[in-house]
């Protein structure tokens, strides 16, 4: 099973708005609803943002949201902040039973 | 509230065994699955598997078969990660995590780092 695909980083500005998309194919992002984004600093344990697409759990800001397209799903973090700088990962259900692992997107805050 | 306090970090030879725990609190221990995922230095995320924490069943992702090895001491709530015939390449960070439905890991351990050289 391969790794989704998510590019390496993406930048931002305070304020502003970023989506970072996480690719995969019909057999794991596109055949289930069943898609997590996870937040991690350095040093730190990943921590739950969005789970089954577009839920977020309780205490997650609700600038955090996620949606699905095909086989790529999105986050998109809106009026970013310094303390959202951090790396992302999303994962999926997979037809195997399995999960997978998008490789990880690093998010700067200029 | 609900923890999961993994063991601390080892420093181990090539060719030796190393067991990391996950300790539960706060909720039935039995009620949700618990899952391993492996992080390399300076890499992602890599899923290794899960264990039914009711019947003890384990499920291990591919690349982590052999070698690896889900256990767990229920009396305790505690779920174990034991490698064996460790490899350089077995350095990184092990979390467990649970696993609330579906892929929503809600709660992490704060990670153990398993080192190999010799």
């Known amino acids: 099973q391969s790794a989704l695909t998510q590019p390496a980083s993406v930048s931002g500005s305070p304020g502003q708005s970023i989506t970072i998309s996480c690719t995969g194919t019909s057999s794991d992002v596109g055949g289930y609803n069943y898609v997590s984004w996870f937040q991690q600093h350095p040093g730190k344990a990943p921590k739950l943002m969005i789970h089954?697409?577009?839920n977020r759990p309780s205490g997650v800001s609700n600038r955090f949201s996620g949606s699905k397209s095909g086989n790529t799903a999105s986050l998109t973090i809106s009026g970013l902040q310094a303390e959202d700088e951090a790396d992302y990962y999303c994962s999926s259900y997979t037809s195997s039973s399995t999960v997978v692992f998008g490789g990880g997107t690093r998010l700067t805050v200029l | 509230q609900v923890q999961l306090v993994q063991s601390g970090s080892e420093l181990k030879k090539p060719g030796a065994s190393v067991k990391v725990s996950c300790k539960a609190s706060g909720y039935t221990f039995s009620s949700n699955s618990m899952n391993w995922v492996r992080q390399a230095p300076g890499q992602g995320l890599e899923w290794m598997g899960w264990i039914n924490t009711n019947t003890g069943n384990p499920t291990y992702a591919q690349g982590f078969t052999g070698r690896f090895v889900f256990s767990l001491e229920s009396s305790v709530s505690t779920a174990y990660l034991q490698i064996n015939s460790l490899k350089t390449e077995d350095t990184a960070v092990y979390y467990c995590?649970?696993?609330?439905?579906?892929?929503?890991?809600?709660?992490w351990g704060q990670g153990t780092l398993v080192t190999v050289s010799s």
């Open positions: 089954d697409v577009s």
């Open positions: 995590m649970r696993d609330l439905s579906m892929l929503r890991f809600d709660y």
